[in-house]
């Protein structure tokens, strides 16, 4: 009997500011719920955070990773059955980063449309915000990975780790297996409460109240960001002709309840945004809590934390330094 491999997932989450729905839906619950399918990686990207100069104070950055690993936890992340750990962790994402970059055109990093608007937020561009999506890069090709779940916005990036992995693979033979983005149908792009134009962003969710409802926010933060979300001065609960703000609403009652549009647009038809906000409120909070409760539980044993990822640590550097060989094996490093 032949046992059949299961696809290699990696994915990660950056441990600048509090996780927000948006990371949830787009990220989070997607891994939890395929996470018995598929050979998994996840990592907490704390090497990614620095690349917007002042956005993280250096003070609470190492705790964050803490509390995002937590997080992931507490989402229904198995500790047992997945590879867990701090991207810092494992030097071995930076020695490939350098040499991967050598083989990556300044075109290629130029071109992606997360450094444009980023670059614009901050006065000096650190040459790590440009770089950033090769370390992205490394991160996936060092663990052999098939599969990367992300939301919408991580879409060109993982594009740009295959264009790489293309590109060396020519210049230097076989090294890398070719990766593929896996997007959720629903909840990929969850737009944020106060500006719907906007996709909910941790940055700016950091210092401006009502964008977006953060994991870990009280029930009374909750109310008061769903109960003041943007709408309009309609009645319109059909998905195709309901404003931004409003068809935000609609899909994260329908991301968050599993429920049809049509089951959705009947139970909302002709009440009143109130009454679909104070609904989606309730789910929202049904759906955190449990999360919320274990992230405490996890958060009090910081030993039994610590061993899990020191541990997750371990396994991962045992994958990524085979990796990390055949790089240098190939072009002649080492
Ligand atoms: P980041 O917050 O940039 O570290 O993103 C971590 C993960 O959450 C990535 O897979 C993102 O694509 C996903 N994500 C971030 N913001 C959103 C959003 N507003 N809607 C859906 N997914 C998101
Ligand atoms: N760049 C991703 C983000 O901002 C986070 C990330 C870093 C990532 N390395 C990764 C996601 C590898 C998936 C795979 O959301």
């Known amino acids: 009997m032949t046992i ?3 696809p290699k997932v990696f994915s990660g989450i950056q441990p600048s500011h509090a996780l927000h729905l948006g990371n949830y839906l787009g990220a989070l619950k997607p891994w939890v719920e395929s996470q018995n399918e598929t050979d998994n990686v996840f990592c ?28 992931y936890f507490a989402a229904g992340i198995d500790p047992e059955e997945n590879i867990v750990f701090i991207q810092s962790h494992v030097p071995e994402h930076t020695e490939a980063t350098w040499i991967l970059s050598c083989a990556t055109p300044l075109g290629w990093l130029n071109r992606m449309t997360q450094f444009k608007s980023k670059s614009q937020l901050v006065e ?21 990975t098939n599969r990367v779940p992300v939301g919408d916005d991580q879409r060109q990036h993982v594009e740009l780790t295959r264009d790489i992995a293309m590109r060396f693979n020519n210049l230097f033979g076989d090294v890398f297996t070719i990766p593929e983005a896996v997007i959720p149908k629903l909840g990929a792009r969850v737009m944020s409460f106060d500006e719907p134009e906007t996709k909910m962003s941790k940055s700016i969710a950091r210092s401006k109240a009502g964008h977006a409802v953060n ?31 409003v068809y935000n609403l609609l899909s994260l009652y329908q991301t968050l309840s599993g429920e049809s549009k049509e089951s959705i647009e009947a139970k909302f038809d002709g009440q009143g945004y109130g009454f679909l906000k104070k609904e989606l409120l309730g789910i929202v ?3 955190l809590a449990p999360v919320q409760k274990r992230y405490a539980e996890i958060m009090d044993d ?7 990822l020191a541990n997750g640590a371990q396994k991962a550097k045992e994958r990524a330094s085979v990796t990390l060989q055949r790089m240098k094996n190939a072009t002649g490093v080492g």
């Open 285 to 287: 909070i049904e759906s």
């Open 4 to 6: 059949k491999k299961k």
């Open 302 to 308: 910081r030993a039994e934390l610590e061993r899990i």
């Open 124 to 144: 000096s561009v650190g040459t790590g915000l440009l770089t950033y999506p090769v370390l992205m890069a490394a991160d996936i090709l060092l663990y052999d």
């Open 215 to 245: 994991l870990l926010d009280s029930e009374k933060q909750m109310k008061k960001t769903i109960m003041s979300a943007v709408t309009d001065s309609e009645r319109e609960t059909r998905f195709e002709h309901a404003s931004k703000g």
């Open 44 to 71: 907490v990207v704390d090497l990614h955070s620095p690349t917007l100069l002042g956005d993280i104070d250096p003070k609470i950055l190492a705790e964050n990773s803490r509390s995002v690993a937590a997080l």
